[in-house]
């Protein structure tokens, strides 16, 4: 008893001695704009007035301890608000996040298990395969990819003709013209005519032509920039006839610096074809070093990744958009909506874990293992108050190549902002649709829509909503906006293809 009492004593002497610290701690914690903390701060001088009475020389040990016991036991109140209420300034939420947490994992673990006792596993890797290659003795996704090489080395031959002046500027445009026109074409011409291409191939190769095509025209465009600027150095009678980005410093002493047009090298086109990004340049940013455990973790998670994707999608999307079929069929208004919220989840989840396996995992493994140095895939678009912020953010090398060779050129023409930004989005949708309609062989312009509803939901949620609504908002039109547009394209396929009968007992 005695020990339990000094300790307390001795806990408040502690208490009345850090009490300037506290409430700097209090402070901090509670943030400074809040009117609580003026009250705090009130209190605190008050109760040193009464620390300084108390620890007058003329009070005894013993009389300072009744002092503080008889204070403590007449006063426990003081100025303050709570904790939940914005003026206390409160913000450490980590508690109710993992609250959020565990309710995401036991509320999903009903729902995984419902769906197994319903479905029982649906999980086989090898119809995987079978998504890529309907005929083993023919390989048209591998070959399409292969013959890509042609476009690539025309882009490279006609770069070298330009820069030794064989072909003129006019010229060398009408080439790229054909040549890009030809990369956009060939595939489409492919997929819509062999029988054996696979929806899932086909969406694969159209991907890699979509890719070298930005690819090539951030090419054509760098390049051409490099020699108006020899060019006009050439009239200022400069000696110099490298491009100025060649001397800049990347940090990459290790590697040899190129400069216009010693870039123009087999090495050097292949590198910028497999490296993590749409944007040309004569000296990428380069890593000094591969990093063995970085990329092994990389390619682990590659790997884990895709299979759960592929779990998931067979397990969990796939019955429940062949159970949306009937409602959509007899137009059943409220059962439509009811299964588009419940296919929203397993959606939204496999676009998340997708964004995870390409944008972190696949990019960064490409990266490490090129020492490709810009990682920057993505930025914090889960914070995105508008919808502008999420495009401008969420995949990075798409957004540098839409500003650095189409938006910002418009601009420097002279063309209003709201025209270009439409003119962006005019030409993403024209691509999603490209990626989704060619391979399922039906046109019906959902995705394009998709795209296009962006503008008008940017300009909504940046007018009328804002902070936390904002990126409700914005959470909102991903939750719901891809399954409405999978519901629209699947429901279509099946309807052209199969017109089969529903999985019995929908639910
Ligand atoms: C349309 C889009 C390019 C607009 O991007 P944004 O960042 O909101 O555009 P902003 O108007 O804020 O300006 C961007 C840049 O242009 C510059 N800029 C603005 N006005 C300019 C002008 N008149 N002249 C030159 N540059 C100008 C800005 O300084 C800024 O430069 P910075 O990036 O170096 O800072 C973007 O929303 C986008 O990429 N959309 C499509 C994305 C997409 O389809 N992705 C597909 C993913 S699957």
Redesign the pocket.
Known sequence: MGDNNDRGQNTRKRRTTISGAGVATLKRGHGNKSGACESIAANHSNASKEDKVRESPTTSRKDKGKHEDSGDKLSCHRIQESLLSSASGYSNYRGILNWCVVMLILSNARLFLENLIKYGILVDPIQVVSLFLEDPYSWPAPCLIIVSNIFIMAALYTERRLSVGTFGERTGAFLYLLNLSAILCFPVATVLTVSSLTPVGGVFVLAVYTIIFLKLYSYKDVNRWCREISHAKARSLSRSHSCPSVHRANGAAAHAQVSYPGNLTHRDMYYFMFAPTLCYELNFPRSPRIRKRFLLRRLFEMVFLMQLLVGLIQQWMVPTIQNSMKPFQDMDFSRIVERLLKLAVPNHFIWLIFFYWFFHSSMNFVAELMQFGDREFYRDWWNSETV??F??N??IP??KW??RH???PM??KGVQ?WV??TA??L???F??EYLVSVPLKMFRLWAFMG?MA?IPL?WFVGRFLRGNYGNAAVWISLIIGQPIAVLMYVHDYYVLHFQQSPVEGAD
């Open positions: 502008t912020y495009w401008a969420w995949n798409v957004h839409c500003l189409f938006y910002k601009l420097r902002k270009a930004q962006v989005f030409m993403s949708a691509f999603h795209m962006q940017a």
